[in-house]
């Protein structure tokens, strides 16, 4: 690898930290910008504090690890900074995922356990799925090219020049990837199913409005589980099994994994935020429909 | 749309019955209306499963509702397969609604209103006469 991607490595590899363990304090506030009048504005704001403060801790934690690995050359230092992402894990669950409940108070399950009188409707309303056959094959299709692919390259390619890890790993991930993109369908078929199966309660008039809402969350929330899940994740661990085996450069497949897996995982949390945002979307419709006079 | 009540003296799957009961009698569910599955209906009214298959399998032991595997729970029929005889089933029917009516007048409504009452019921089962 040249120096200019010996550079670009090292800038990936310090901003990775960082990034992430300003994420909770970001999403929080972005969440703030959302909700223009939150209940409990105190407690929200002493709670805001507290996770800036804790976030400004942990970089300072990060940044002082770093700069005495580099100034003693001290590698297990310098591992130690690397490392220092898993922070995110107590500032995200402790503090922030806190915030967000506070934040949306009116994100009730759809069937509140104190509700005494409910409702729903006894026309079964055909919950289809909304994975076509084609789905599916598109995905297998393009999972299996790569697949070939990778084995047409290392079958033809001069092996004597591989390093023994190289032909590990080849050989090994001929061999895993297959029964890897099987069980990715197969958690995806039975999340699916699961998310089809979701509380679906009407008002007491069955309103057609809240049936179509009912309709497209459900739908949004199954296709993206297949694109990300069933389409872009096999298809991902494929290219990289490809790029592996064509292009011999740790680094490159390094940054190219780094970022790949950086973008599914963004992505996993926009279908995550607007599933969300789409329930409580019809929990307040359902709420209105319910205190409207008609009802 | 059926409607089942937590704190109701009723058990769950009776007024399950009842609701389905009173859709087939005023026409809503008609002969192979698909009913949704147990899981569905369940997860919806926030209930136990074994409360709607209970009640949709006391349906089916009536003969009004039909679960075939492939097609799930359909109705079979809006006439109840009944092994009383047909006066035992009128005496039995009389008896209810003789309490009913006999409710009516104990919480004070007077025979006008009650015969508005029954006149609104049967105009929802068999139409404006």
Known sequence: MNDSGILVLRFFQFL??????????VMVLSLLTWRKEPTNRELLSAKIRTLSLATLFCLAVWLSVLMVG????SSLLQLISTMAWLLFFPLWFGIAMPISKLLFTDLQPAVPPEQQKRTASLGNRQRKNPIQWWHWGLSSTVCTGFLIATLWIGRNI?????????????????????????????VLYFGVRASLAEPEPLDSEGNVELQKLY????????????????????????????????????????????????????AGSW???N????RLKIARFKMQLESSPSQ | MITISLNSPIPLHDQLVQEIRRLLADG????????????????????????????YRELTDCGLLATSRGRGTVV???????????????????????????????????RKEIELLVLRQLNKLWGVS
């Open chain 1, 16 to 25: 990775f930290v960082p990034i992430f363990l300003c994420s909770p304090l």
């Open chain 1, 70 to 73: 580099l100034v003693t050359r």
């Open chain 1, 158 to 186: 001069d092996q004597s020049t591989w390093t023994p890890q190289q032909g590990f790993l080849w050989f090994w991930g001929i061999l895993g990837y297959p029964p890897l993109v099987v069980f990715t369908y197969a």
């Open chain 1, 215 to 266: 309709d497209d969350a459900r739908s949004n929330r199954a296709l993206s589980m297949f694109w990300l899940l069933g389409f872009l994740q096999p298809v991902f661990f494929g290219a990289c099994l490809f790029l592996s085996t064509w292009i011999h450069s740790n680094y490159l497949i390094g940054i190219l994994g780094a970022t790949g897996g950086t973008l599914l995982g963004l």
């Open chain 1, 271 to 273: 279908a995550g935020v």
């Open chain 1, 275 to 278: 599933a969300t945002l789409q």
């Open chain 2, 28 to 55: 809503t569910l008609k002969v192979g209306d698909e009913l949704p599955p147990v899981r569905q209906l369940a997860n919806d009214l926030g209930i136990n499963l074994n409360t709607v298959a209970r009640a």
């Open chain 2, 76 to 110: 079979l029929s809006t006439i109840e397969k009944t092994t009383e005889k047909p006066a035992e089933e009128k005496k039995r029917i009389e008896t209810t609604l003789s309490s009913a009516l006999a409710d009516a007048k104990i919480a004070g409504l007077n």
